[in-house]
């Protein structure tokens, strides 16, 4: 589901119901994450993010959100690479929900 901030950015039809479950997670993201561009000039994109939030979906829900930040920076420089070591920039900022 998109949601945009600018007029006529997302459609009126552009609706999503879900139905939530304790212990569900929501990660709502920016373009600051999907527009993160590798050494071969390859962007994550949408697809790339959803790869990286499945692999992290497991981790306990405090290690996701840094989960998710560490396989970014990795995508982004080609190797192992944790973002406490190097932060993965101010653009990376997402909330991650867990519905109760």
């Known amino acids: 589901m998109v949601l945009g901030a600018l007029p006529n950015a997302v459609g009126t039809e552009?609706?999503?119901?879900v139905t939530l479950e304790a212990g569900d997670r929501i990660?709502?993201?920016t373009?600051?994450?999907?527009?993160?561009?590798?050494?071969?000039?390859d962007m994550l994109g949408v697809e790339g993010v959803q790869k990286i939030v499945?692999?992290?979906s497991l981790l306990p829900f405090k290690q996701m959100k840094q989960g998710i930040l560490d396989l970014v920076a990795e995508w982004?420089?080609?190797?192992?690479?944790?973002?406490v070591?190097?932060?993965?920039?101010?653009s990376?900022?997402?909330p991650l929900v867990r519905y109760l």
């Open 92 to 94: 990376l900022r997402f």
């Open 27 to 29: 990660v709502l993201y």
């Open 85 to 90: 070591a190097r932060p993965c920039g101010s």
């Open 76 to 83: 982004r420089d080609g190797r192992d690479r944790r973002c």
């Open 54 to 56: 499945r692999e992290t």
């Open 31 to 41: 373009d600051g994450i999907t527009d993160v561009f590798n050494s071969s000039g």
């Open 14 to 17: 552009a609706t999503l119901d």
